[in-house]
């Protein structure tokens, strides 16, 4: 079988254009109001409603070719029933949507990840613990990114001391040590490290923006005592940014399969009938696959 489509495509190629050509021509100057409410409509169709600006530039392209398929189907070049070439295009931006994994612009999802993965990687080697930083005891961090605090889970900080560390963790607040989160106090010159490739001032804003960053109001730094350095600038970044999905969780309804068209099969050529039902209705592309493998093609 794929010997005889490189073979038909190479004799025929190029008449399905000329033939477009000659549909378009006559009707140019109508063109913009055919197609400006169909590609709005094709994208309404795909695009989900939270995706960023970058995400719904590249649903504007594929609604254009939907919207191009289906006039093509209208005038007669394209054998297939009304709806198949949108179902089709959506297909195709499904599959790019799940291969990219998130609705976000993509540098912010890489900002986002790069600090993500620097504190997964070295939240316990290159940061103190806050409340053991001035015990002569505590394990060493030569090469500090900052300090690292207990938080309840009202988001507020867990008195601790080097003193009573060690009794809290035989004591009754065990429990609350199990089920505290670890928040991350970046010192500024480590920080611009962290952020090596992007502006560290667009990261810690879009920090801001999803709720990972504790900051004084209208600054990107939050500002406190720290042990041995005094009153200090850091960046402090809530525990909160391990669970930021991304918008990569596939929610119900964002990459749910297209409805296949209701439109039924004609005679036209290359459609295979289902034997199901009427034995009108279109088989799947895996169906169809599966047919010709059965066919011994």
Known sequence: MAEAVTKAGARLYGSAGRSWLEWLAPRFEALPGLLAPAIERHRGAMVPEAASEQVRRVGNRFALVAAAGELAIEAGILPWPAGHAAWAVRECFNAWLAARGHL????????LR???AFLETNGEALFTWHHRAMDDH??????RAGFKILMDGDGEPIKADS????????????LERREATVDYMILRERWRDICKGFDHSAVATLLRQRGHLVHEK?????KRRLPGMGLTAYYHVKASIFADTLWSDLHAGWLAPP?????????SEGVFPSKQGDGNTLLHWREQKTLLRKMGY
Do not use: C, F, H
Request: proline fraction near 7%; aromatic fraction near 4%; charged fraction near 30%.
């Open 114 to 116: 790069q600090v993500r």
């Open 163 to 174: 003193a009573t560390d060690y009794l809290e963790r035989t004591g009754s607040a065990i």
């Open 259 to 267: 409805e296949w068209p209701e439109s039924r099969a004609s005679s």
């Open 138 to 143: 505590k394990p060493n961090t030569p090469l």
């Open 218 to 222: 209208d600054r990107l730094t939050n």
């Open 104 to 111: 976000d612009n993509g540098e912010e999802v890489a900002m």
